[in-house]
């Protein structure tokens, strides 16, 4: 079996059992892919890949320039595949078992203060070509803060999930893992006035012949629903028109803004851990260490004792 069909094999195996998420499989192709070459160069394979070629590959990486996180997520798709490699029967060994990846710096998210985040919620509401445009764009920002999704999981978002007025919103996550996240009413009275909307645009087209969409906010493209390319660029206009330096905002800022301020509003950890559909707590403890951060820059600014004296 060549090494390309070990790795549609494995992948497969993947999607089957985990449900891993197509970006996920579509970023283990590329590393394998990529270790594979490497091997080749070196007349070599999956099979027959010892632990030295592995590290010798790793460092390989390291002198390319490539990312820790880059690093580390390649040699996790190499272990993965040694894994099912030894529960298939195809190695009696797994050469990577041992290897530790390299550490990765624990770097404190971007987020935005509530101010912030106003401004931009205004901005929504006065940006866009057309009324369609600017509910629409009113809709995502106002689902966004109000509930901390994922981009992926806010533009791919039935219009089911969204009717019936719901106080809750229910979500579909990496690996299919499902949550029930609360609705603000900012996010509810928007996202009622934007489902009517958007209702009588999409029957519009089907009156003129166009399929009807089963999506919340729909597109014309091969999706079928708005991009997370697109709504990156939106989110990245609107903190132009709030006066707010779009290198500071993303979709996912709006996310660490989410946990953020419910954490600093008293919120539990393990709660915020379920809002954001963190499988693990360690991954959501981060939010701690901001406000770690900010407080301590509250007491270096306001203390008196702090103070430099002239």
């Given at each position: ?185 900012p996010a509810r009275d928007a996202l009622a006035v934007w489902l009517a909307e958007r209702d009588r645009a999409d029957q519009d087209a089907q009156s003129k012949g166009a399929p009807g969409s089963k999506f919340l906010f729909p597109s014309r493209g091969k999706s079928g629903h ?85």
């Amino acid at each position: 079996m060549s090494m390309e069909r070990q790795i549609a094999t494995f992948l497969d195996a993947q999607a089957a059992e985990l449900d891993a998420a197509t970006n996920t499989q579509l970023a283990y192709a590329r590393d394998l892919r990529d270790f594979a070459g490497w091997l080749k160069d070196r007349d070599a394979d999956f099979l027959a890949a010892s632990r030295a070629h592995v590290e010798d590959y790793l460092v390989h990486c390291d002198a390319q320039g490539l990312a820790v996180s880059t690093r580390a997520r390649r040699l996790s798709a190499i272990k993965q595949l040694y894994r099912f490699a030894v529960e298939e029967g195809w190695r009696d060994d797994h050469p990577a078992i041992q290897i530790k990846g390299p550490g990765r710096a624990r770097r404190l998210p971007k987020t935005l203060e509530v101010a912030q985040v106003e401004r931009l919620l205004d901005a929504a509401r006065q940006t866009g070509r057309t009324k369609l445009d600017r509910l629409r764009n009113t809709c995502l920002t106002e689902l966004l803060y109000a509930t901390g999704m994922r981009v992926s999981e806010l533009v791919s978002l039935p219009a089911a999930a969204a009717r019936g007025d719901p106080r809750m919103l229910l979500i579909t996550g990496k690996g299919g893992r499902e949550r029930m996240v609360p609705l603000s009413g900012p996010a509810r009275d928007a996202l009622a006035v934007w489902l009517a909307e958007r209702d009588r645009a999409d029957q519009d087209a089907q009156s003129k012949g166009a399929p009807g969409s089963k999506f919340l906010f729909p597109s014309r493209g091969k999706s079928g629903h708005l991009t997370r390319h697109r709504f990156y660029v939106l989110i990245k206009e609107l903190a132009v028109a709030a006066g707010i330096d779009p290198a500071q905002v993303t979709p996912h800022t709006l996310r660490h803004a989410f946990a953020t301020h419910l954490l600093a509003g008293g919120a539990d950890l393990m709660a915020i851990q379920a809002l954001l559909g963190h499988a693990d707590v360690a991954t959501t403890e981060i939010y701690t260490h901001i406000l770690d951060a900010r407080l301590q820059e509250l007491v270096l600014d306001h203390h008196p004792l702090a103070q430099t004296k002239p």
